[in-house]
């Protein structure tokens, strides 16, 4: 059974920085790419970054600047980091896997696996 566990800070301060992880489990993800996406409540859920397994990235334009993704193969964990957080960043952080050969842009259709979500509240 494939399963994407995140983990990491939930609370942070206005203009901080937070790691995630995700803990990924269950199968092999030779050709998959791993991504981040969130989702603020009304809103639909928003693609953020993504890498593949030789570490290549794709970074979401609008927060290209404030987010970086790696992936540490040997263990099979995804970081998200993101600084200078703000207020408007507080949402569900999801970990998805898509079975895609590069690490790009994806759609939520594209996902083949997604993590259960973790809160993150930035404060003010």
């Known amino acids: 059974q494939v399963q994407l566990v995140e983990s990491g800070e939930t609370s942070v301060q206005a203009g901080g920085s937070l790691r995630l992880s995700c803990a990924a489990s269950g199968r092999t993800f030779t050709g998959y790419v791993m991504a981040w996406f969130r989702q603020a409540p009304g809103r639909d859920r928003e693609f953020l970054a993504s890498?593949?397994?030789?570490?290549?990235?794709y970074l979401h334009d609008p927060l290209s600047d404030r987010v970086a993704i790696s992936w540490d193969n040997d263990n099979n964990i995804v970081y998200l980091q993101m600084h200078n957080l703000k207020p408007e960043d507080t949402a569900v952080y999801y970990c998805?896997?898509?079975?895609?050969?590069?690490?790009?842009?994806?759609?939520?259709?594209?996902?083949?696996?997604w993590g259960q979500g973790t809160q993150v509240t930035v404060s003010s």
């Open positions: 890498v593949d397994s030789t570490g290549v990235t």
């Open positions: 998805a896997a898509a079975k895609h050969p590069d690490a790009t842009y994806l759609y939520t259709s594209w996902v083949d696996y």
